[in-house]
């Protein structure tokens, strides 16, 4: 008989696991309660050092801890949350982590071209959107030069990945600035736990070639190893690219490689370390904020090495970590390099039954070089967790955050400036708080409340480095040392049920959220001319405050004879007082938008139809008249696979993206094209 952490199907593909019979529940779940607790006490609290498999099959649903620093149930979380699991991913057909979130969230996954995508939450999705963070285990992959998230840089096989956890409105009280409107955590199965060894090729129209491969071996007893890599290219999108796009070598067929290793071992049965490293390197042509595509040349590696150690005091642990960042633009011979180091420090207590304190400390210092100017901050930052069961049926979480920022300039007065050298010595403190409570009246049955404070702090770009950067159409860029963080506060209250009619769950959220000092990103409305420099710059700026509030519903059904079924909607409505800017946030999402997914699996055969509709959004592009605006009209997308899962572990699937037409415009950027897949995946 498998362990349940290592059982798997005749794919060789973790199993779901399976709800627990309402009869069996209460004194199940309540031995389980204990599991979760010494589960903690066991391995780094971080999802990745925990045995995640034994404990969904215990319980029958994912288990996180994104949502407060402590193993959760999905269904006890404060907060409004969607957990990918690995049989989802496999079965989405997708080649990125933005695709499998379209097909499975109702988050706005912007597309620009072959492989770029900005993912927001709850609007506001512009170009290179700095308000959501993205952790990979935990690790920061969140970029600080522009405050982004590069998608194809992120050093990841869709096959390693265990589950994907999205928390949907502000965390920063836990995670820190640039959570402020939501949380993405990508977590891999642990080499520890789970023996995960894959090889995949895919091939597709358009020049399209993938292969990838992940491979876990055992160390003694007590480690394990995982390496994964993988090699990509394929032909850019051929329609939307302007005259500008071409001064900036937009037109680039997007490469990329990829290689990671992780490796988890006890050393003693109280105290457990790991060791993670990664390298990427990418080529493609991505939207800048400004509104102009460019081709942007990427090489990124990180190291990071953490300890838990179970003590009188608690599980203590610690962690450090660097990502460091090549960036160029060869067509405007622009080279820029970013770096960010972060200690991090907690201790997770366990004080009677009831209650779990987790306090935490964290350092971090990011510094970046363009041209001979350079520019770097410190971060210091200290918080709170505290989660009561207060009953069996209530149980609340509150969370305490303080972070404060020391600014920095080296080789001032090298390029003309808009602001003095005195500008870029500063420093400012900012505080963010979640709190949240669960009720329970039923098994079946729980609603939540939340309300939280967010912090998006300014990237290293929009705050300098000093100097002003000319551009090949005659118009300069700079940041601004004098920028304000965004705060963003977010009232929510949900309520989730699990409907035996449908043999699934319904869930439902309303949230009201207020922005204060939005940040208007790099480019700025009214140019200005500066002594010394002989074309108009734009500035970053604060712009204005925003409000938005909406709703969020889904349902999830096992319809039957392998049939299953996901829908899910999301309303958002902006309003604003923003001053105009080329980064038009109002209408940059659309207010409605609707996805959905029809599976079905018998025997050796699998089938998932995909589908998903947005309403009208807007923005601004670069051309060589200006900043044009474009209208993107209500789009309809459908994405398909077909799969056959041969005895021996194989899977032949036909993959199909954007089906419904050849050519169509989905967002700002370039159109979007049909294109068809054929994937071949070994399990071993």
């Known amino acids: 008989m498998p362990h349940p952490a290592t059982a798997t199907r005749d794919d060789r593909t973790p199993t779901m696991p399976k709800p627990v019979p309402a009869p069996l529940a209460a004194p199940r779940l309540r031995r389980a309660a204990a599991v979760v607790a010494l589960a903690a006490w066991a391995m780094p609290a971080a999802s990745q050092g925990l045995d995640l498999g ?59 071209n072959a492989a770029d995508y900005a993912v927001g939450v709850r609007g506001f999705a512009t170009p290179a959107t700095p308000r959501v963070l993205v952790l990979l285990n935990g690790r920061q992959v969140y970029l600080d030069d522009f405050g982004e998230t590069v998608w194809s840089t992120l050093p990841v096989q869709l096959t390693e990945i265990r589950q994907i956890e999205v928390v949907r409105g502000p965390n920063s009280a836990l995670f820190g600035f640039n959570a402020a409107a939501g949380v993405i955590n990508i977590v891999t199965f642990s ?43 394929e032909h850019d999108w051929n329609h939307g690219f302007n005259t500008v796009d071409q001064l900036f070598g937009g037109r680039a067929d997007p490469r990329r490689a990829n290689i990671a290793f992780d490796g988890q071992a006890r050393v003693t049965d109280s105290i457990a370390v790991g060791f993670d490293a990664s390298y990427s390197q990418v080529r493609a042509g991505e939207l800048m904020t400004f509104g102009a595509v460019a081709q942007v040349d990427r090489s990124i590696w990180s190291l990071r090495g953490r300890i838990a150690a179970e003590t009188s005091h608690g599980l203590v642990e610690a962690a450090l970590y660097r990502n460091a960042e090549t960036a160029e633009i060869p067509a405007i011979r622009q080279h820029a390099e970013q770096s960010v180091t972060v200690l991090q420090l907690s201790d997770t207590m366990k004080l009677g039954a009831d209650h779990t304190l987790r306090p935490f400390a964290e350092y971090r210092y990011t510094e970046g070089q363009r041209g001979p100017t350079g520019l770097d901050f410190s971060v210091g930052a200290a918080g709170l967790m505290w989660n009561w069961a207060i009953s069996s049926q209530v149980e609340t979480t509150a969370a305490l955050r303080y972070d404060h920022l020391w600014l920095g300039a080296s080789n001032y007065g090298l390029l003309p400036d808009l602001f003095p050298a005195s500008a870029y010595r500063r420093d400012w403190g900012t505080l963010a708080w979640n709190l949240g409570l669960v009720w329970k009246p039923s098994t079946l049955d729980a609603a939540r409340l939340s309300v939280a404070r967010g912090i998006s702090t300014p990237s290293l770009s929009q705050l300098g480095p000093p100097g002003v950067v000319g551009s090949p159409v005659g118009l300069g860029f700079s940041g601004s040392p004098l920028l304000k963080p965004t705060i963003v506060d977010n009232y929510e209250i949900g309520y989730r049920r699990r409907v035996g009619l449908i043999d699934g769950t319904i869930d439902a959220a309303a949230f009201y959220q207020v922005n204060h000092d939005f940040n208007s990103g790099l480019a700025v409305g009214a140019p200005a001319f500066v002594p010394g420099v002989p074309f108009p710059v734009s500035a970053a700026m604060n712009i204005g405050s925003a409000h938005a509030y909406g709703a969020e519903a889904s349902a999830t059904s096992r319809l039957g004879h392998g049939v299953d079924a996901d829908l899910r909607y999301r309303l958002v409505v902006t309003d604003t007082d923003l001053i105009p800017t080329p980064l038009e946030y109002k209408h940059a999402s659309p207010r409605h938008l609707l996805t959905s997914r029809l599976g079905w699996a018998g025997g050796p055969w699998e089938a998932d139809l995909f589908g998903r509709y947005s309403t009208t959004m807007q923005g601004f592009r670069f051309t060589e008249r200006g900043y044009v605006p474009v209208r993107v009209d209500d789009v309809l997308s459908i994405a398909a696979r077909v799969a056959h899962r041969f005895q021996n572990g194989f899977i032949l699937a036909l993959e199909a993206s954007d089906i419904v037409q050849q050519r169509q415009r989905q967002g700002i950027g370039l159109e979007a094209e049909r294109r068809v897949y054929l994937s071949l995946r070994a399990n071993f």
Do not use: C
């Not at 996180?64 to 079965?91: F, L, N, W, Y």
């Not at 997708?94 to 706005?108: G, K, N, Q």
């Open 191 to 233: 080499p520890l736990h789970d023996r995960v060894n894959t090889a995949s090729v895919r091939l597709g129209s358009h020049g399209y070639r993938e292969a990838s491969g992940v491979a876990t071996v055992p160390v003694g007893a007590r480690g394990g190893i995982r390496l994964s890599a993988g090699l990509r290219q």
């Open 54 to 112: 034994a404990l969904e099959q215990i319980f029958g649903e994912p288990v996180t801890t994104s949502a407060t620093g402590k193993p959760q149930r999905s269904s006890d979380v404060p907060v409004a949350m969607d957990i990918i699991t690995a049989e989802q991913i496999r079965r989405s057909g997708a080649r990125d982590l933005p695709e499998v979130l379209a097909r499975y969230t109702s988050l706005d996954v912007q597309r620009f």
